[in-house]
Structure formats: C-alpha cells, structure tokens
C-alpha cells in the first residue's frame, strides 16, 4: 500500500502563525517582568479587573485600584533601574539589567501576596476590560494555584500572544483572495508590533482588531459579495471593541457600517437597519466607556506640563477659536518628531527603549511599500483611485484624532509641542496609509504567490532576527 505525503501548503496565515509564534514566545521570555512599555500599569489593571473592580476607585483626586502589596513593590523595584536610563534609547552596548538584583529576582519568584492596598493607574484606568480580556481570563484560571508572578505575567503574555496570533490569522483569511493580505502580514510582523503583542499591553488588541477591521473593508470593497456568518462575526465584534479600547481610533472602524449593501445580504433586516446598528453600537459603547473612565481626566486639571496648566476645556476652546495657530502646532510637532515617529512605529523595544538600527527601519518600510503596489491577478479586484483617497483621508483624520486627544488631556494650555504621542500609536493607521498610497501610484509589483511568501516572510523575518538579537543584547 503505497501512502501518500501531501505538501504543505505555506499559505500565508499559517507562515505569520508560525513566525509570530517563534518570534512572540522568544519576546515573552526575553523581557523581564513588568519591563514591557507601560506593562506594569497595565498588568495591575487587569489584575484589578480580574478582581471585578471594572470602574476605576476614586481616592481623593486619585483613581486606581486596590491590588496586591506586591505587586507594587515590584513595580517601584522594576522602575528603579529605569531611573538611570530613561528615557535615553539603548544602544546594544549600554544596559544596566535587572539580572543580577536580588530583591527584583525575589519579587518575581513570589505568589501575589494577599495584602491589598490602593494604588493610583491612572493612566491604564482610561481603558475597558476589552483591553485586557486575555490577561483577566488567564489570571482568572490560574490565580487559584497561586503561582509566582513572573509565571502569571509570563502566562498573561502567552495568552495575549496568541489572542493576537488568531485575529491576524482571521484578517489574513478574508483577505485570501487578493493580495493586499501581505501588507496586513508585513505589518503584523513588524517587531514593534509583535512585541507589544507579547507583553501586557492595550495596544495588543487593538492592533489586532484594527488589521481585522482594515481587512474586512477592503473584503467589503474590492470582493463585493455577502459576508460569511463568522465574518459578520467578526465585523460587529471590531466596530463595538476598538471605539471601546480606545475612542480615537473609532474612525478606523466606522466605515464598516458603509459597506455596499450586498455585504450585509445574510443579515435578514433591510440594509439601513444594519448600518445604523453598526453606528450605535460603534459610538455607543465608546461613548459608554469614555463616560465610566472620563473622571480620571479631572485628576489632570491640576497637572502642569512643560509649565502650563492641563485644562481640557481650555485646550479646545484654544483650538477653536484660533484653528490656524492649532495646525501649526500639529506642523512643528511632526517637524521636530517626524524621524523618531518613523522609527519608534517599527522598533523601539521594552521600557530600556532598544532603538532597532536604521537599516532594519529600512527594510521594514520597503517590505510595507511593495505589499501595497504588489498586483492583483485579477482585475476585477482592482478599486476606483476614489476609494484610495478615502482610505488616506481615514489615516489622516485618525492621526489628527490621536494628536488631539493627547493635545487636549494630556498637554499645557497653548503649550507650542504636542507632547507624549510615540510612533507605536500609529501601528494601527498604516494599513490605511500605505493602501492609499500604493493605490495610487502608477507602479506594480508582479511576482508569483511562491515568490511572494519567499518575499515578505524573509523580508519580516530578517527584520525580526535583528530584533530578537538588539533586544537581547541590549537587555543583558
């Protein structure tokens, strides 16, 4: 009897599965606890939640949450080390790691302790549980073993990992048919974006669920058929969750709800209803939360910043009134910052800031632009140069949304930067850019689906490597 071995078939999703896994898990183990960008804030956020404290705890003109004694020991501990070196970006050469502190090393080979006392997060309190469902589920599961914390944060991670691993795997899937489904894979893979995915973070899931929603637009755009059941699954997931996560991104996901009618055609009401459902539920539920969460803005009022006051109202008021003086603002901040946003959106890793060398920044960028021009087989996949302007019209209102809100609650009244926005913020927005782009420019990339999986996964791969080694060298 003679058995047959079929091939395996390297389709995309199960290329990115395979790279992001690798390259995830080595992110997971190699960053020390609570040494992810913000991770400590976010895991005392999740932990809070797990907890069942959803809304934030108010304490005088403080908001936080009451969390385990030790778990803020060892965020204070973790910090001390960053004292001497942020926010200097390292280099691979100059790092002063935690690895030989005893009492950090303590710390994270301790259970979480059951002594409670309040903390203030107030920066994390602005998010819902969709942020963090991941990590709630799993210190909901293995909470109860009482395991070290760096094994609950190890753990958390890992679940987030792959929570991220199989959004981008939907996205990849209802892009089969055209491929556009590489630039969702390129940047999926850049190693900023597969480290957030692999430590404690907001962005992991709304970076996700962004490339879904990306993904799901161009589906409803270019394919014009009926949305499968799982698909219609995942368009009303995403339009209720990114606004959720965070309300600046909501542009991102609105045009879901104005898809060509046929999209919505298993959907059994008439085409209208679906679109004001998809409108609700996006504007409701972020409104919701930006109600719930908007008491932690007061906390900011008393804030001063590069000497001026923080004062929402007078922010937009200034904006307002005196719309010119705002867009140049916006100008000299993009001016003074437009390099390190460049870089930071494809490789600024950890709490130590490893900056990723500029040749990989290169390359990086260089995978993303040939995805975007790279040709469809079929020209019935191609799209009016209209839809192209609109997809950077999204980008560009989007960006605007995200330096405004930062603008608005976080910096002085008339201060003359925007302060605090980082190129990662951005991750979500470049699909939207580069499709735009590509789109337009009269140029075509021709290369056979064989020839495409060997581009783009030695391309992401190479990028990463460089990653994994600057990171470790950096942080050890």
Not at 117 to 130: G, Q, T
Request: proline share 5%; aromatic share 12%.
């Amino acid at each position: 009897m003679k058995i047959k071995i079929q091939r395996i078939s390297w389709s995309p999703e199960i290329v990115f599965a395979i790279l992001a896994l690798c390259f995830g898990i080595y992110f997971v183990f190699a960053t020390p606890t609570f040494w992810g960008i913000d991770e400590s804030t976010h895991f005392l956020r999740a932990y809070q939640i797990s907890e069942g404290e959803i809304k934030p705890v108010q304490i005088g003109n403080t908001f936080g949450g009451i969390v385990p004694v030790n778990l803020q020991t060892l965020r204070l501990r973790s910090g001390h080390d960053l004292g001497f070196v942020f926010p200097i970006a390292q280099t691979v050469t100059v790092r002063d790691d935690f690895k030989h502190d005893p009492v950090y090393q303590k710390l994270t080979n301790q259970p979480v302790s059951k002594k409670k006392s309040f903390i203030d997060i107030s920066s994390a309190e602005i998010y819902s549980p969709l942020a963090y469902l991941p990590s709630v589920v799993t210190i909901r599961l293995i909470g109860w073993m009482h395991p070290s914390i760096r094994l609950l944060v190890d753990a958390c991670r890992i679940a987030s990992l792959l929570v991220y691993i199989g959004i981008i795997v939907l996205a990849l899937r209802v892009l089969a048919f055209t491929r556009i489904k590489w630039l969702v894979f390129c940047i999926a893979l850049l190693p900023m974006t597969l480290y957030q995915a692999s430590i404690i973070t907001a962005d992991t899931n709304l970076n996700a669920l962004c490339l879904l929603s990306f993904a799901l637009i161009v589906r409803g755009y270019m394919k014009r058929s009926p949305l499968k059941k799982w698909e219609l699954a995942a368009l009303l997931i995403a339009a209720a969750s990114v606004p959720a996560i965070k309300s600046n991104y909501l542009l991102l996901v609105l045009p879901l709800a104005f898809l060509p009618g046929i999209n919505y055609r298993r959907i059994k009401i008439p085409t209208w209803s679906v679109r004001v459902i998809i409108v609700l539920a996006t504007i409701a539920l972020g409104a919701l939360w930006l109600h719930v969460s908007g008491r932690v803005a007061h906390e900011l009022e008393e804030a001063v910043v590069s000497g001026h006051p923080v004062n929402a109202r007078a922010q937009l008021h200034f904006i307002a009134h005196k719309p010119f003086s705002y867009l140049n603002i916006l100008d000299n901040t993009f001016m003074l910052n437009q390099s390190n946003y460049y870089i930071q959106a494809v490789g600024f890793l950890g709490w130590n800031y490893v900056e990723m060398p500029l040749t990989t920044v290169i390359i990086s960028y260089l995978l993303l632009f040939m995805a975007s021009i790279f040709k469809d087989n079929q020209s019935k996949y191609n799209i009016s140069n209209k839809l192209a302007w609109a997809s950077i019209g999204i980008a560009a209102l989007a960006i605007l949304g995200i330096m405004t809100a930062f603008y608005v609650g976080y910096d002085g009244v008339y201060t003359p930067y925007i302060l605090g926005v980082q190129g990662r913020y951005f991750i979500p927005i470049l699909a939207f850019v580069f499709y735009g782009v590509g789109k337009l420019l009269p140029v075509r990339l021709t290369l056979s689906d064989r020839q495409a999986t060997a581009l783009f996964a030695a391309g992401s791969s190479l990028c990463l490597v460089v990653a994994a080694v600057y990171y470790g060298l950096a942080t050890y």
